[in-house]
């Protein structure tokens, strides 16, 4: 992300300035950004001298004070790019005399908060299905920005993933007051119902990810065999004074199939336990700047989980009155960088596939992990399982498919290969 603090004493809509970059040595630029697209980011859409490259959009009007302005950098397809530069392009047309625009404090640095989406559906109501599918695209185009927590509703007839776990989902639903589904919080405080535009989307959550987190949260988890060892550290980044903070613990289970009656469906990071209890461990009020404190929990397995390996540990601090997440991390290890495709081969024994790239747009290319016999194919299949696409690899171990045609969401790729398959995930976007 980019950083800077402005002050803005100029003429409201007929002055303005702008912030561009080029990638051609200054012959081109670029404007970064748009109207409200993160912090502060711009307030005028119609600015009459049109500063810069011919922009319309830009600071504008009048604060007389400094203001601290953020935006997302990766929207602007930068990663990668050697040799980039920035201006700040001031222009008025002299009308009215004032002081001017400023800026300092300039700082090009990543993102180091994720938001937490706590997500309350219920499979018995194909509305719920949907939002569903919205969060799982959220979190899988912006797997550094959010995780989720799926929490299957109490506000239903008979929900399995409910029945296994009541007393962690009516903590948070009590909390939060929910009172019908789909409802989606994000970071505590910025809440969406689904109705009519009320929706969440990643545009909304890079805007609360540029916020600087108040704690950094190192996790370490461990199997124990029966169970989890979960070691905890927070560090205070800020000055906090007087709040009433808590420390939660989610044992949350990735990939969980489940036939309600209506056919095979797929539930993500669904909540199996709270540790050590749904109603989280009171944490100091009060914290300076680099105090530290650690924190151990176990966890053992519940006989209603259907894969321990699937499992991942979310921890969050929430101030228990304003309801604000200050930070979230994951155990998921998925998170991590990729390895070359050369050090992904030599160390792949098993059926496998590389998948980029992932998410995608109009198309994506298969990369197998040994030659595919001539019975072997390749299929893509939408959330409900039905296919919606079948390729031949044709003895290739580097396989193109369309996706231009596909409907925006989460998809499966199928690998079969001398009767053994591998299953992985694929987001389209549009």
Known sequence: MISLSTFRRIDNVRDGAVMEYSTDDGNTWKIIGAVNGGINWYNGSNITVRPGSDQVHGWTDTTQNWVVSRYDLDQEGLLGEKNVRFRIAFESDGAISYDGFAFDNIQIRNRTRRVLMEHFSNYESPASYTSDATIDLIRETKPQDAIDILYESSLSVDNYFYNKYSLGVNAREAYYNITSVPYTYFDGLYSYNYQGDNKPNDVALISKALIDPAFQIDLTVEGTGNGLAINTQLTALEEITNRQLQLFTAIVEKDVSYNP?????????????????????????????????????????????????????????????TKEILQTVTSDTTLNPAVSIQDWFANTKNLDMLIFPNPTHSEAYLVLSETPTNNSFVEILNQQGKVVQRVNPLSEQQVKIETQSLVQGIYFVRWVNNDRQVVKKLVVVH
Do not use: C, H
């Open 261 to 321: 009656g209506t056919g095979m469906l797929t539930f993500q990071n669904v909540l199996r336990r709270f540790v050590p209890s749904p109603s989280g461990e009171y944490i100091n009020k009060s914290w300076s700047i680099g105090d530290d404190k650690e924190y151990n929990y176990t966890y053992t397995l519940n006989s209603y989980i259907e894969n321990p390996a699937n499992l991942i540990v979310v921890t969050f601090v929430q101030d228990e009155l």
